[in-house]
């Protein structure tokens, strides 16, 4: 008797073992498919920064998992154009958002960066929040383009409006917002965050590519991502995060020896322009898109086509495929395209070019297949490969690569999963 009681006990003994193994190997079967995602955007952070700089974070973000040579942005290569490709996957042409500063025919007038931000008819497609978010992943944006509109009726389960900050305290708690919403309870905390910084671009912009200022904030950004690793560690997340670094676009320098000057070629003032804020005085772009009537629209074309031998003019309906810029309501009549390293220069009375660039150094907006205007990419995580360095590709892939991460169902897209399941560690749909 004494045995069987024995017996019973090491049987009864072995099956609590098996299924509390069993229970956790379920666990952790299901952890899989928990994976968190934060995409982090670093405006105008070039592909070959990190190489530049003194970044060990980036770095070592690099070596545990994939670089890209370079990232390649839509076209133009601006903030507004890429930061919603990459949100959602779309070619400008099929998310609507062709410049930094849009007109739309059909709505009658030019985008109002302040009051439409958050107008959901400026802004098409499906963001991957409003994908994660229909299928009950929780998201926070804090910040991202596009986030602070209800697109088809949706929004992050938290997110914060845009405020340009340089400061590195600002920052900080931007990063700390991102732990504090993983720090949520179950169902309430967030599997998918953004995070945007403008940083870099403002200081390349106003003192050159490879200026000390452009150094400091590349390696300010670096510290920067070195808390949000440190955070996720002190929280036992890093293993199952997936951190994302992009950026929108790379950067040139500029000279007053290349500058385009349009006004003695013809006077642009009678267009609309959305890309020349005239209230600051005179236009310094890469790219200024007109838009008017069809005699205005033709004579125009007679005068710029073939002016000068590093300028560019691109009608509405024979852009180049490979723009993907064709958008029904917002492709201007003419897009004037300097040549990577030249600015367009107009004004409205004429005054000629300084002998001096009065504020900008550095742009972008150029053709976006030139190595200067790539964007850098560099994910680390259970859902990516280690050590990989690939061959540049298309920003529009990102959008896959988050839904794929987070085992969510993609809405349709420009991009096509199979460019970039080489370096992913799970299979992608």
């Given at each position: 008797m004494y045995k069987s009681v024995n017996t019973l006990g090491a049987i009864a003994l072995i099956m609590a073992i098996f299924f509390a193994v069993s229970a956790n190997s379920t666990e952790t079967a299901a952890g899989a498919d928990d994976q968190i995602v934060i995409l982090v955007g670093i405006d105008g952070l070039r592909a070959d920064a990190i190489d530049r700089a003194a970044a060990p974070n980036m770095r070592a973000l690099?070596?545990?998992?994939?670089?890209?040579e370079g990232m390649t942005p839509a076209m133009p290569s601006k903030t507004f154009v890429n930061l919603y490709s990459l949100a959602t996957g779309l070619h400008p042409k099929n998310h609507g958002i062709i410049s930094n500063y849009i007109y739309d025919r059909k709505i009658g007038r030019e985008m109002n960066r302040g009051s439409d931000i958050n107008d959901p008819r400026w802004w098409g497609g499906e963001p991957i929040w409003v994908t994660a978010e229909k299928q009950g992943v929780k998201t926070g944006t804090n910040t991202w383009l596009g986030a602070e509109a209800p697109i088809g009726g949706v929004q992050p389960t938290y997110w914060n409006p845009?405020?340009?900050?340089?400061?590195?305290?600002?920052?900080?708690?931007r990063v700390d917002q991102i732990l504090e919403w993983l720090d949520l309870p179950d169902g309430k905390n967030i599997r998918l965050g953004t995070l945007y910084f403008s940083v870099v671009d403002d200081a390349a912009h106003q003192n050159h590519v490879n200026s000390p200022q452009e150094l400091q904030a590349i390696e300010m950004m670096d510290k920067i991502m070195g808390r949000l690793i440190n955070g996720l560690k002190d929280r036992s997340l890093y293993e199952r995060t997936n951190i994302i670094i992009v950026s929108d676009h790379g950067m040139a320098?500029?000279?007053p020896e290349r500058i385009i000057n349009l006004d003695p070629i013809m006077d642009v003032t009678p267009f609309i322009t959305p890309d020349w804020n005239r209230s600051r005085g005179a236009a310094y772009v890469a790219f200024i898109n007109l838009y008017g009537d069809e005699d205005g629209v033709e004579n125009a074309y007679q005068k710029f086509n073939g002016a000068h031998p590093h300028l560019k003019v691109l009608r509405r309906g024979a852009f180049p495929e490979g723009y993907h810029f064709d958008h029904p309501d917002r492709e201007p009549d003419l897009m004037l395209l300097a040549d990577p390293g030249w600015v367009i220069y107009a004004t409205e009375d004429q005054t000629p070019p300084p002998s001096v660039l009065p504020f900008l150094k550095a742009t972008h907006g150029y053709h976006n297949l030139h190595p200067d205007m790539r964007a850098t990419f560099i994910a680390a995580g259970p859902s990516f490969k280690k050590?990989?360095?690939?061959?540049?590709?298309?920003?529009?892939?990102?959008?896959?690569?988050?839904?794929?991460?987070?085992?969510?169902?993609?809405?349709k897209t420009d991009g096509n999963i199979q460019n970039i399941t080489h370096f992913m560690t799970r299979k992608c749909d």
């Open positions: 690099a070596a545990r998992g994939v670089r890209a845009y405020k340009k900050s340089h400061k590195s305290e600002v920052y900080a708690a320098d500029l000279s050590g990989i360095f690939t061959k540049p590709f298309d920003n529009i892939e990102v959008y896959g690569i988050i839904a794929c991460a987070l085992s969510i169902k993609p809405a």
